[in-house]
């Protein structure tokens, strides 16, 4: 089984201000890495995603995360933030060879202010 | 081409009733997946189904059932309803794999009286 712990249930930034949104996991086998957004009344996005290889990942909105095995962490960062950024970031893992169930964190609640 | 469609976006039922919830992949998707979101619990795996048979299914109670149609159009239903089951119903489509991105629907929003 996998879990995945998002330690900081809200970030409050300025805009302009860059922005690291922590997510750490367990698991005893091993796992793909997400990154969803969720705007306020709709679904979930994927900002990005760690299947293998290069352990710095680059997604959409100018967002990347940095897949750090000994640590167990994937943490989300962007180097300015903008007012548009204000969402829910959800962590998800999912069992490689798994199909597609998803283990999601609790999310953390990014606000950005002027 | 045309996203993931639920339908319908917004329900009210009252306790003891039963509801069906459907989901449209977008085309070309053979695996559809539910997921239940409440503020209490977050976002929980409900299943899983890909080519009409359920591959994964999260740790829900029987009142909840899903099934997938030839056409990979899916449909969740849950038999009487509790206060608890008050949630927004999440619908992802992808193609087959777990590497391969879920596309997410923008949701149901139940509510149970």
């Known amino acids: 089984a996998q879990s995945v712990t998002q330690l900081d249930s809200q970030v409050p930034v300025f805009e302009e201000a860059p922005v690291e949104l922590r997510c750490n996991y367990s698991?005893?086998?091993?796992?793909?890495l997400f990154w969803y957004v969720q705007y306020p009344n709709q679904g979930l996005q994927l900002l990005l995603k760690?299947?293998?290889?290069?352990?710095l990942v680059k997604g959409i909105n100018g967002f990347e995360a940095e897949f750090n095995k000994s640590q167990t962490s994937f943490h989300l960062r962007k180097p300015s933030v903008h007012i548009s950024d204000t969402a829910e970031y959800f962590c998800a893992v999912s069992e490689t060879g798994g199909g597609n169930k998803l283990t999601f964190g609790t999310g953390t609640q990014l606000k950005v202010e002027l | 081409k045309a996203g993931v469609t639920q339908t319908p976006r917004y329900l009210i039922k009252t306790r003891g009733q039963q509801v069906t919830l459907s989901c449209s992949p977008i085309?070309?998707?053979?695996?559809v997946s539910w997921y239940q979101q409440t503020p209490g619990q977050g976002l929980q795996f409900l299943f899983e189904?890909?080519?009409?048979?359920?591959?994964n299914k999260g740790n829900f109670p029987g009142r909840f059932s899903g099934r997938q149609f030839s056409n990979s159009r899916s449909e969740m239903n849950v038999s009487t309803l509790e206060l608890g089951d008050s949630a927004l119903y999440l619908c992802a489509s992808s193609t087959l794999t777990g590497e391969d991105t879920q596309y997410f629907g923008p949701g149901t929003r139940l509510t149970v009286l």
């Open positions: 698991s005893s086998v091993s796992v793909y």
């Open positions: 189904y890909f080519s009409e048979t359920q591959r």
């Open positions: 760690y299947l293998s290889g290069s352990t």
């Open positions: 085309s070309g998707h053979r695996s």
